[in-house]
């Protein structure tokens, strides 16, 4: 098949480069011309585990293209997929001003019947919108091309994306055109090969299940967040506590770990516009999903305080090392991560940082700007040198079995604050380290 993406995010390229390797001829639209560059260069704007390699060989294949010209891409693609931002605007909601550009572009370039499939995260009723946005198009041009919206919403978690994509746990079309469907059906053929994974509904239900899901999640971090702090004043395990939690089949295990709080592009916002998304459709007040939110912001400076706690409030001259930046592991994505949280409880308490990521070095340095009390180490040790104690915020791999007697050499005292509980308490403490945990 012949396909377009719109926008070369996480979402978009991720998604173009998995549908060219099935054998698709794929052709990427970006307006941003760096972008288009770095890519038709072999490389890659975002860090994706996997995802380079798969880009160049596709590329190499004939199969993988990039382009700035929109003509270009409306012409190319009889399915079209709106891979562009939806961020948050001042009140919270989606910014829509993107997705329904690109869908204006296309009813006004098109000349044959096109599937317009949203997959973007975006508000319920989104698709009637694009609708409406193509088909004025049309009226304007005063012509009748025939065209379907398809609300596709992406279930990928960046780090992993590549795998979910290859591999889905579910495929979620929201549609009324039996055609439409078809194609849709055709096109994901090769990703359900063993069972069928596709879930047709209409389109705004196949909006609401994106937020839903999400929020969901952002629920659970929530929920085990609070209860990790209750199990402190009560003298409990929040690990033991998990175990028991996650072996009931009807609860599992996933996403149950408490942390310093979610970050990322999908959490925040989506519980965001969710909760706005019900304020107005009647005034609906999504009360769980308001204390996920205050919850997880609250959490946020969790780290923070039991810094402060140990080594007081006024932090002039202290010195500290942060292993991690980026909101999870395995991506350099810095939105909403709560190491800027962090970062700033601890600038204005007057400490400076000497910090560590294997990822997202670069990305900090954009987001912070030229911040001169924050040191880019060139490895986890490098950044412990005259810390005051060292602080986890992302549990990468590399940091799961430090040299603990290095770390105690080089840190002014044994200190270790861990947003991420890496380790066993016991182990840690009884190696004589000063060990503070989430919950334990």
């Not at 942390?259 to 965001?272: A, E, Q």
Request: charged residues 25%; negative net charge.
């Amino acid at each position: 098949m012949k396909i377009t993406v719109i926008g070369t995010g996480y979402v978009g390229l991720v998604s173009g480069a998995c549908l060219a390797e099935v054998g698709n001829d794929v052709l990427c639209l970006d307006l941003d011309l760096e972008k288009i560059r770095v890519l038709e260069a072999g490389g890659i704007p975002i860090y994706e585990p996997g995802l380079q390699d798969m880009v160049q060989r596709n590329v190499a294949a004939g199969r993988l293209h990039f382009t700035t010209d929109v003509a270009r891409a409306v012409r190319h693609g009889t399915i079209q997929f709106i891979a562009v931002g939806t961020p948050p605007d001042e009140d919270g909601s989606a910014d829509m001003q993107y997705v329904l550009t690109a869908a204006r572009s296309i009813g006004r370039l098109m000349t044959d019947y096109k599937v317009v499939v949203d997959k973007s995260t975006v508000p319920v009723g989104t698709a009637d919108k694009v609708h409406e946005a193509i088909a004025d198009e049309l009226g304007q041009r005063g012509v009748q091309t025939p065209f379907a919206v398809v609300s596709n919403p992406e279930f990928l978690k960046e780090g992993a994306a590549v795998e979910d994509f290859m591999r889905p746990d579910r495929i979620i079309v929201g549609a009324s055109d039996e055609h439409a469907i078809s194609l849709m059906r055709a096109l994901y053929a090769p990703f359900q090969r063993n069972r069928e994974r596709l879930i047709v509904t209409d389109a705004r239900s196949a909006e609401l299940t994106k937020y839903a899901a999400n929020a969901m999640l952002a629920t659970r971090i929530s929920f085990m967040n609070e209860l990790a702090n209750l199990a402190e004043k009560l003298g409990a395990d929040i690990e033991m506590v998990r175990q028991g939690m996650g072996s009931d089949p009807r609860i599992g295990y996933h996403f149950l770990y408490p942390g310093c709080g979610y970050g990322g592009s999908c959490f925040p916002k989506d519980v965001k516009a969710l909760i706005k998304t019900a304020a107005g459709a009647g005034d609906v007040d999504l009360k769980v999903l308001m204390a996920v939110e205050a919850a997880n912001s609250a959490q946020k400076h969790v780290l923070g305080r039991r810094i402060k706690q140990r080594l007081g409030d006024d932090l002039t001259g202290r010195h500290l090392a942060l292993w991690g930046l980026a909101f999870k592991p395995n991506t350099d994505d810095m939105r909403e991560a709560p190491s800027l949280e962090l970062l700033t409880d601890l600038l204005a308490a007057g400490a400076t940082v000497a910090a560590y990521d294997p990822a997202a070095m670069h990305e900090a340095q954009r987001v912070l700007g030229n911040e001169p009390r924050v040191r880019y180490a060139q490895s986890p040790n490098d950044a412990l040198d005259c810390a005051d104690a060292l602080v986890i915020v992302t549990e990468w791999k590399e940091f799961r079995s430090p040299d603990f007697e290095l770390i105690k050499e080089r840190l002014k005292q044994p200190l270790i604050v861990d947003g991420r509980n890496l380790y066993d308490p016991a182990l840690v403490r009884g190696m004589g380290f000063d060990y503070l945990a989430i919950g334990r």
